[in-house]
């Protein structure tokens, strides 16, 4: 195959930060996406309905003139947001509430402490059919880092699931065979996304040759018997699994740096990434439903009109991107990928 088509994809897992850099990143998306949902994780975080629509607004001041994108906004759970800002959310089109369990990941300070403090909420949201995104790590120190996600789906995702069985829940950027095999085997009420990088890499990129910070994202990469799973999940064609990026800009020089961020930036050639990891699977034919049909279908929202085509072509991903005063580097800057977006 040396061309496809198809319908325009959504990015169901982004983030675009706020201010000067959104005239960066969100060109970047909207060259390839319809839709994104836009992570709340902000300092201070997105946690009511008017700061999410003021937060909408300046994403869409930095949408290029004559582009057609539509932030998709969500609100960041924390331990004591009210239950009566879900109504209000949902009149402002706030399509979901992200979970990140306390010190997870970039700015999860605010997070949740003890799920139960949330329940309230969540019956409001699983009562106004708004979505919970969950980022499916536990925090506990005594944990070791790789096992974080597969010990969340036993101590948290479980209880939750039973508790509120028609919340939809989508576990986000899944990296583990447990959690790949856990959605398989869920409800209809379950969904996940996965990131061109998990489908692509193993732990073994952060270390090859040294030390390389711009593989290192949250959660981590896992061993090559989870990445071959997660292809799997992905190129099944079953509709729980959706392409979500997680795409997050760091400046370079604070992920090349003692403690550096977690965090892969792959907005500018997501969607080359992604056919390239489907290609290498030999499912080109089942990046449609991944890219473009799952994800609407599964947060109730009409599919997208338009079309993209992806041409087999080598070309090489750009060293750097301006970001402010800053560089930002993307995944596989200067590497040459084998398919481009027409
Ligand atoms: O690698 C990550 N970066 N994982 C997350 O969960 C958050 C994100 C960010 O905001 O930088
Ligand atoms: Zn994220």
């Known amino acids: 195959m040396q061309e496809i088509t198809l319908t325009q994809p959504d990015d169901w897992h982004l983030h675009v930060r706020d201010g000067d850099v959104l005239h960066t990143v969100v060109p970047h998306t909207a060259a390839q996406f319809g839709r994104a949902i836009i992570m709340p994780n902000l300092k201070p975080p997105v946690t009511t309905a008017a700061q999410a629509l003021g937060y909408k607004a300046r994403i869409l001041a930095a949408v290029p003139k004559g582009v057609n994108f539509e932030p998709l906004m969500t609100l960041y759970l924390t331990d004591n947001l009210p239950a009566d800002e879900i109504r209000r959310a949902k009149d402002a089109g706030v399509v979901a509430l992200k979970l990140y369990p306390a010190g997870a990941t970039t700015n999860s300070d605010a997070g949740v402490t003890d799920l139960r403090k949330t329940y309230q909420t969540l019956e409001a949201m699983q009562r106004e059919g708004i979505l919970l995104l969950v980022h499916g790590e536990v925090t506990s120190p005594d944990i070791d880092l790789f096992d974080r996600e597969a010990v969340f789906i036993d101590n948290q995702l479980i209880p939750l699931r039973k508790d509120f069985p028609e919340l939809k829940i989508v576990f986000e950027h899944i990296t583990t065979k447990e959690a790949a095999q856990y959605v398989q085997g869920a409800d209809a009420y379950t969904g996940a996304t996965i990131t061109a990088h998990h489908l692509l890499y193993n732990r073994n990129a952060i270390?090859?040759?040294?030390?390389?910070?711009?593989?290192?994202?949250?959660?981590?990469?896992?061993?090559?018997?989870?990445?071959?799973?997660?292809?799997?999940?992905?190129?099944?064609?079953?509709?729980?699994?959706?392409?979500?990026?997680?795409?997050?800009?760091?400046?370079?020089?604070?992920?090349?740096?003692?403690?550096?961020?977690?965090?892969?930036?792959?907005?500018?050639?997501?969607?080359?990434?992604?056919?390239?990891?489907?290609?290498?699977?030999?499912?080109?034919?089942?990046?449609?439903?991944?890219?473009?049909?799952?994800?609407?279908?599964?947060?109730?929202?009409?599919?997208?009109q338009g079309t993209i085509t992806l041409r087999r072509e080598a070309w090489a991903v750009p060293d750097s991107f301006a970001l402010g005063e800053a560089r930002l580097k993307p995944l596989c800057a200067d590497e040459t990928l084998q398919w481009r977006m027409t």
């Open 207 to 304: 270390f090859t040759g040294g030390i390389r910070p711009h593989y290192y994202c949250l959660p981590v990469l896992k061993r090559e018997t989870h990445r071959l799973a997660l292809v799997q999940a992905a190129t099944s064609g079953s509709r729980k699994f959706f392409l979500g990026t997680d795409s997050a800009p760091h400046p370079a020089h604070l992920k090349e740096h003692a403690s550096g961020c977690a965090g892969c930036y792959t907005a500018f050639s997501a969607m080359e990434l992604y056919a390239q990891a489907f290609d290498a699977a030999d499912a080109l034919d089942k990046l449609e439903g991944f890219a473009s049909f799952h994800g609407a279908d599964f947060y109730g929202l009409p599919r997208n």
